[in-house]
Each structure stands twice: as C-alpha cells, then as structure tokens.
C-alpha cells in the first residue's frame, strides 16, 4: 500500500521477532542441521581456526539460484546449494522488506551457554570432585549459600539435583567458583596443581559468561 503522496512505505511493516533457538532457526533459513545460519563455513571446520573469514551467507542468491534457472542446471545448482549446507533455496526471512536474514540469528546465553558449556562443566566438576573424594565438602556450602536478589537459593544438594534446568544452571554462573574454593581448602601437596587448575579453568569460563553478557566490547575484553 502506497503513502497519501504516492511512495512507497520504507519504514511499515517491519519484522521485530525473536526467531527461537537454534534447531527451529536453522529450520526455518532453510539450511543444515550443523550449518552457520551467518556464514557460508563448511560444518567439518565449525570450531576450527577462529580467525579465518567466510563469505557471510547470501540468501537471495540462493533464492535466484532454487527459483530461475535452466532445467538442464538443476543438478549443478542442487549439488552447489549442499555443498554449502542449505536445503531449501527460498526461506521464509528472503525477500522480506530491510531484512538481512543473515543478520537474524544471535546466539543465546541460555542455549549456548547454560544448556550447553554449563551442562559439560557440570558434568566435569561431578566426576572431578567425585575423584577426589570431595562430594561431601562441595554439597555442605552449596546448601549454605544465602538468598540475594536474582539468585534462587538451591533447595537440594549439588548430587540430588537430577534434572538441570536452565535456572538452575544459571544458579551455577555466579556461585560455583567460590563453592568449589571452599571444597578445595584442605588439600594435599599432590593435588595442589590439579585444585589449581580446576579454579582456573571454572572460574575462566564463570568470567567469559559474564563478560559475553556486556553490551559493548573493548580490544581488552576482546582479548
């Protein structure tokens, strides 16, 4: 529909939606389950050299490539679109006025890092302290720590809590390093270094969850 002076609207409708969580995101740009919704990097390198560029995902390409082309070229343009991971050429987001649907998908503090880092750090410190006979010393503070405002006082001991959910593992974030130094405090000369790397590497990813939290970065917080 035109303005009253005959142009076109530029500023109405436009798209302001969360768009979910991964799996339903990747579903719904039309790509691979272990595809970048962002760039164009193949899946047998995700999680490879973090400072090599991709081509950022061209999605009306893709459209123009699925929709207009030679019936002659179908098999090329088949084998082009899964090489690079997507399955359907014409997504929901392309076309759609100002919208960049490479732009769209963010990642998520729930689903990147409390279901996921969390549950692997979880898991660990499980097996760490269980190692070293330290279950015990790590459930009596953790039952002891105080309310404060934003925080949900655990109400069962770190063992007894059989399903996590992301509330509780969000628990985790801002008491887990100072649980686990208290569990630590009596140890022998032989285990002072793998304490100490525990601390470390805990309290290291406690520090990048609440770093990947600030609104703007530095080449300091970057680095």
Not at 94 to 112: E, K, Y
Request: aromatic share 10%; proline share 7%.
């Amino acid at each position: 529909m035109d303005c009253a002076d005959g142009k076109t609207p530029i500023c109405f409708p436009i798209l302001s939606a969360w768009i979910a969580a991964y799996a339903e995101h990747a579903a719904l740009q039309g790509i691979g389950s272990k595809s970048c919704p962002k760039c164009e990097v193949p899946c047998e390198e995700l999680g490879g050299d973090p400072w090599r560029m991709y081509e950022t995902r061209d999605y009306m390409l893709y459209r123009e490539k699925a929709l207009r082309h030679e019936p002659a070229e179908a098999a090329v343009i088949a084998e082009y679109l899964q090489r690079l991971g997507v399955k359907i050429g014409n997504n929901v987001f392309t076309g759609l006025d100002q919208v960049s649907p490479a732009d769209l998908h963010r990642p998520d503090l729930l689903h990147n890092i409390y279901l996921a880092l969390f549950k692997h750090m979880r898991e660990w410190v499980e097996g760490f302290l269980k190692k070293h006979k330290l279950q015990q010393p790590f459930d009596d503070p953790w039952k002891e720590i105080p309310p404060y405002p934003g925080f949900s006082v655990p109400k069962k001991a770190y063992r007894e809590i059989t399903q996590w959910q992301g509330k509780e593992r969000r628990n985790l974030s801002p008491c887990i390093s100072a649980v686990l130094v208290s569990a630590l405090q009596n140890l022998h000369s032989s285990q002072y270094q793998d304490f100490k790397r525990a601390l470390k590497c805990v309290s290291a990813l406690v520090d990048f969850t609440l770093m990947a939290q600030y609104r703007s970065h530095t080449p300091d917080t970057l680095s």
